[in-house]
């Protein structure tokens, strides 16, 4: 009998008898596993059910909700009155990404929120308002966070290596002013009844050549924030004074601040310079007082354009300051290229 | 001497500045004194740490000093007492009326000859001293008067857990029936260690822009309560009743009659309409612990602003602070029941820790054409005996405001 005779058939047979009979066995095995551990495998199942129904995020250990979230309102303005042009669209974008890139450095969170509603309505009353109604929603999204801060559109983060723990959480002591007595541009009344200032600030705002400025502040999550912005809009006030307050819920929060002490014991003002720069173009009236606008020796934190879109040239802005940021991101080894 | 280099002999000796360049260029780069280096740079780091945080300290102080005033009322200067029953002098009232307005206060009259009464915000307090020393009994009346805005009570740890407050008008109101009301809420308030806060109407008048006490008499009501709070910064509860008013029951507390938790859940109105007609309801699922805001509400759907409790919490605090805004009060509202349902209506906020409750809890209104006896077959909303509070809204409009005081004041007496 040589090696390379065939093999015999009842061996193949029995080979492949003993190859289906594993097969078999496998799916057996499978089987009699599941039927034994009937209760595990349910949970088991349940459980990939579970993560699959409501997404694992909230399931996993690692995730960590940022703690301080940045929120970016864009689209606003335009309407009726003025269709958005290309360059507008340009500058949305570069705003964009400034503050996506910051987000990502430093690890916050970022919102962005279309004012389009605003838009739309914009020849009418309820424009500015939505900010409210945006940092509500906001809350309810990131119920973790400790921190949030709008931004305007047209701000620019020109520092985008300064972390905000650095730049303002941990000098919030000494940078921040809570009594307008050095500055105070809408002549509010300095002190009222009833403020307890031992109280910890929960609205960082900053105070333009006009009074209150919203371009970029910083509110606390909590339960004042929410009372705040449910008391911030209310129509009787707003019957009474929407012809005079040309500036919405600037001109209400104002208002609030000067008469109402739970308001004012929690709220404190930072230099417009250290989130808040102007450049030369806003309050323009003002333009010897060196409190209101960027300087570039100083490496100021945040430009904001505001009002440019009033008279002035946006994209003109963006680009100088753009440019600005670009050469002070460049190191010295780019200069060998 | 360690720093100093050993001079060679039989050298010239140099000028003192060249030694002092030398001395300097020993003691910092010579290589062979390197232990002296290390000494020099030590103490100047050690001296420049030091100065740092010395002046980070320094600054700091200063800057809280300089920027966070002390809580205050209206008044700058304040009294401390440690009575937690505070009135002022009721007798009183037949010459403060005399005096009126014009003799109490600050009148200014602006270019356009506005007439606008003014308040004083650093007017000193008169001690014991010179009060004694002043003759004149009129111009201790006065000086009592503008004192009393002042008194607030600080008594280490101890504070009483709920404060009465009223306010009472000596325009309207003669001496005897003033003296009833406020001897009435002294007693019930002595009786249960409660604090009594007790402010003339008339003195709220410089801080408003409506000073016409028959306009704003409502919405003055507020900033009592919050002159209250200010004077008792560690009591939990303000229970405003109005002058029109007299607790019948001095011997409920209010802990146990109403504040309760389980039986503020049984007088909490949940689901009903805020005011008459309200598309706005109160809250199904109402938390009563989180309650900041006890307000009754009427049969007629409306809310009575003639006896009400705020907690002093941030909410409580900011309703407060809200119906006292200027911008709110200076609306043209018909009273101030119907600012708080505007509250209520547009502030989710505030609504959410509101308890409507019940009238009878705290403001069972005397009507004189229903029977008052006990077990009479009446509603749920006028008084009847053996309720805890007769008020007597509606007693303006009747002329009888002193008389139905004189007579349950009779009453509660007995």
Redesign the interface.
Known sequence: MSYNMPLDSPYVDEKKKQFNYKRRALQDRLGTFIAEHRKTVLAVFCALFVLFWFGSAQFSLFSRDPKIVLILAVNDGGGVHKWKGEQEWAIERISIQNKRAYAKRHGYGLTIKDLRTAKRYSHEYREGWQKVEILRQTMREFPNAEWFWWLDPETLIMEPQLSLEKHLFKRL??LS???LDDFNPLQLPL?I??????QEPELYITQDCGGFNLGSFFVKNS??T??LL??WW????Y???HMLWEHREQDALE??YA?????REKTAFLPLRSINSFPSGACSEFSDDARYFYSEEDRDFVVNMAGCSFGRDCWGEMQHYGSIMESHAKRWWRRMY | MALRPKRKVGVEPRSFVQRAVDNIKMVLVDSKRKRSQAFTFGCVAAVLTILYVLQAFV??KS?YAH???Q????YLTEITTSRPLIFPAIENAPILKDLNLRGLHTLRIDIDGNKKYILKEDHQPTSDKEMKEITDNVEVVKRQYLDHGKMVFRKGSESPEIVVVTMIDYDNYDTTTLISVVQNRVDYAQRHRYGLYVRWAQEFIPTIEEQDLAKSYDYIKPLVI?AA??AFPKAKYFWFLDQNALIMRTDLSLQNHLLDRKILDLAVMKNVPVIKDSNIKTYNHFVTEKAEIVLPRTNDGEIDASSFIVKSG??G??FL??LG????R??NWPSLSA?MA?ALQ?????LAKTALVVPRTVASVFDPSKPVTENAAVDDFHYIEGDFVASFDGCKARKSCAEDVATFYQQVQK
């Not at chain 1, 008469?259 to 308001?263: F, H, L, Q, T, V």
């Not at chain 2, 547009?346 to 505030?350: G, Q």
């Open positions: 002591d000494s002013y809570r009594i002190d009844p009833y403020v307890d200032y031992s339960e004042w929410k009372l449910d008391v209310d129509p009787v006030c019957e009474q004074k208002a609030l008469n109402e002490p739970w308001i | 600054f700091q800057h920027f966070l005033p809580t205050h009322g209206h919050r709070m200010h941030m909410y605090k900011a602070d809200y805004d200027q911008l709110i200076g609306y600012s505007h547009w502030h989710p906020s505030f």
